[in-house]
């Protein structure tokens, strides 16, 4: 079954950074196309950022230049690195893995920007 696991998540002051992590196991990682979501209270689940299997990747345009992915196919892992955070950036962010019908997702983990 597969599994993916995020972490890194927490409380930061705006302007502050985080590196969230995704780990996957029991899944050919290195084929899937990994997105990252976030869902904030009272709003639907976006799509913030993505990376396909070969690494090309794609944002939002609120996170642009402030945020980055990137993958480490040899540690099954997916990474957001997220810089000058902001209020509006609070919520739960999701890991998925999707490789034609498969689709995986975590159970999140929270980050809190404090303004």
């Known amino acids: 079954q597969a599994r993916l696991v995020e972490s890194g998540g927490g409380f930061v002051q705006a302007g502050g950074s985080l590196r969230l992590s995704c780990a996957a196991s029991?899944?050919?990682?290195?084929?899937?196309?990994i997105g990252w979501y976030r869902q904030a209270p009272g709003r639907q689940r976006e799509l913030v950022a993505s990376?396909?299997?070969?690494?090309?990747?794609s944002y939002t345009d609120s996170v642009k230049g402030r945020f980055t992915i990137s993958r480490d196919n040899a540690k099954n892992t997916v990474f957001l690195q997220m810089d000058s955070l902001k209020s509006e950036d609070t919520a739960i962010y999701y890991c998925?893995?999707?490789?034609?019908?498969?689709?995986?997702w975590g159970p999140g983990t929270q980050v809190t920007v404090s303004s």
């Open positions: 029991y899944i050919t990682f290195s084929v899937y196309a």
């Open positions: 990376i396909t299997h070969d690494s090309r990747t």
């Open positions: 998925n893995a999707r490789w034609y019908a498969q689709d995986y």
